[in-house]
């Protein structure tokens, strides 16, 4: 297969369309998927439509895939350097923070002016805001991976440290102590869980880092591969079948990331999960591979810029859904929780909100370039 599939030299440099269709398509419904989250109850996560966009949509194929994906990029950029990465990840705190403003600090505030609810608006807010999302993870990914390529590791040695904190990490699930500066610090690499559904460590580093070493190590020979629709043929079914069948019996009999109970068997998920995960993603590029021959112009373009801008698209979305679902529709029902067709509805509104708003944030910043050369 190697001798066959991939080049001693690098042989396919330019930008992989099959990823840039993976990642658009979920960026533009993350919007729908955190709405979901956010305006269902957890008896509603378990079946229909909010299962479908919070366990699936949004677990395999959302956070998992960004993280990959990013691997992936870091092959193939230049800018890959140790301080060039550091600088990166040093931006993306920044960044973080920014968000945390926008749709935990100021919702929060304002929601509390108005009604009053503590236990709502302010008891978990220094959690939210001082707490590792996607994009603290990103940030402290780009560190640690600066750290270990200053070391000058190869990709497959960077790969097998990954796998040793994220071995080491998953002992650790679970954890918490009663001091909450300790808890917020620690779980932005191990996952701290007070045992409640809320998430006190969404992203944590040693878990989740697997993904970004596995993503490099990928882009690596994906330079090398020279016929993709063989590979995509052999390995997309087999992965797919595979994750597939595992995915209903973790469903059926109620463990795992997909039949466990609450948000942190996903986001604390075991080291045999990562590797199903990365196997769905593999599964899924073969069939967005396979469909691009079909894909009209316009569509392949809105894709590109969906992948390209995932950053924003992020930061955009999260605040029109912090605002949507937790202050606005809980000031006038009372509480957040909603009808899964009003959920589809609403979430779909944000997504199509959020591509716009994308569209002209990025426009904004191309003329300020422009007027800065």
């Known amino acids: ?38 305006c269902s109850t957890s008896e509603q996560l378990f079946h229909g439509l909010p299962y479908f966009f919070d366990s699936i949509v949004g677990g395999p194929w959302a956070a998992p895939m960004f993280i990959f994906a990013m691997g992936i990029g870091l092959a193939y950029t ?6 060039e990465l550091a600088k990166r990840g040093a931006g993306l705190i920044l960044v973080g923070f920014g968000l945390n403003v926008c749709r935990y600090l100021l919702p929060s505030l304002v929601g509390y002016a108005i ?104 882009g690596q020979y994906l330079r090398r591969l020279k016929d993709k629709k063989k590979f995509y043929l052999m390995a997309s079914p087999v992965c797919l079948v595979l994750v597939t069948v595992i995915y209903i019996i973790q469903y059926e009999m109620g463990f795992g990331m997909m039949g466990g109970e609450g948000n942190n068997v996903f986001y604390h998920m075991t080291t045999i999960e990562v590797f199903l995960c990365i196997a769905t993603m593999i599964g899924m590029l073969g069939v967005y591979y396979f469909i691009l021959p079909y894909l009209p112009k316009p569509v392949m373009g809105l894709m590109e810029f969906l992948s390209r801008n ?11 859904v912090w605002w949507s679902c937790d ?22 509104c944000l997504s199509f909100a959020t591509a716009a708003l994308a569209q002209v944030w990025s426009k904004f910043k191309a003329d300020r370039k422009q007027k800065g050369k």
């Open 1 to 38: 297969m190697g001798t066959h599939m991939f080049d001693k030299n690098e042989v396919n440099t330019g930008r992989q369309p099959e990823l840039d269709i993976c990642k658009g398509i979920v960026a533009f419904l993350l919007a729908t998927i955190h709405v979901y989250v956010e």
């Open 78 to 83: 230049r800018k890959s350097s140790p301080g």
């Open 115 to 218: 009604t009053g609810d503590r236990q709502m608006y302010l008891d978990r807010l220094p959690y939210l805001f001082f707490g590792n999302d996607l994009l603290q993870f990103a940030a402290l990914g780009m560190l640690f991976m600066a750290l270990l390529k200053r070391f000058d590791l190869s990709p497959l040695k960077i790969w097998f440290v990954a796998l040793a904190v994220n071995l080491v990490a998953t002992c650790f699930r679970g954890v918490f102590f009663s001091n909450m500066a300790l808890n917020i610090f620690l779980g932005h690499f191990i996952g701290v869980d007070d045992g409640t559904e809320i998430v006190m460590a969404d992203f944590p580093l040693f878990i989740w880092f697997l993904f970004y070493a596995s993503g490099y190590l990928a």
């Open 310 to 320: 995932v950053t924003g698209i992020y930061c955009i979305q999260w605040t029109l």
């Open 327 to 348: 202050v606005f529709v809980y000031i006038i029902r009372g509480d957040k929780y909603l009808p899964s067709w009003q959920q589809l509805i609403l979430g779909l």
